[in-house]
């Protein structure tokens, strides 16, 4: 399973960003998929995932400010980040599950600043 994330950038504290991760390949089998974040100097977290059929876990954090949501026809997942704050600036990685075996995509940048 490939995965291609997309829709970091820069956004000042109270906006909006949305990032996009496409899978590829094998998705056969594919059932998790989410979003994890690493700040510099800390360890990679938990933001957001969603299973094949809809149930979804959110990180503290993340809770009432970010949505995830899912195409299962398509295999891509999203995630919708509003309200943003100078904390939430970190790298996000894209991240499935496909049986036993977890893939990565290669991560993209989020810094919220004024």
């Known amino acids: 399973v490939q995965l291609q994330a997309s829709g970091g950038g820069l956004v000042q504290p109270g906006g909006s960003l949305r990032l996009s991760c496409a899978a590829s390949?094998?998705?056969?089998?594919?059932?998790?998929m989410g979003w994890y974040r690493q700040a510099p100097g800390k360890q990679r977290e938990l933001v957001a995932d969603?299973?094949?059929?809809?149930?979804?876990i959110y990180a503290d954090s993340a809770k009432g400010r970010f949505t995830i949501s899912r195409d299962n026809a398509k295999n891509t997942v999203a995630l919708q980040m509003n309200t943003l704050k100078p904390e939430d600036t970190a790298v996000y990685y894209c991240?499935?599950?496909?049986?036993?075996?977890?893939?990565w995509g290669q991560g993209t940048q989020v810094t919220v600043s004024s």
């Open positions: 991240h499935a599950t496909r049986w036993s075996a977890e893939y």
């Open positions: 390949g094998s998705t056969i089998g594919v059932n998790v």
């Open positions: 969603i299973t094949r059929g809809g149930s979804t």
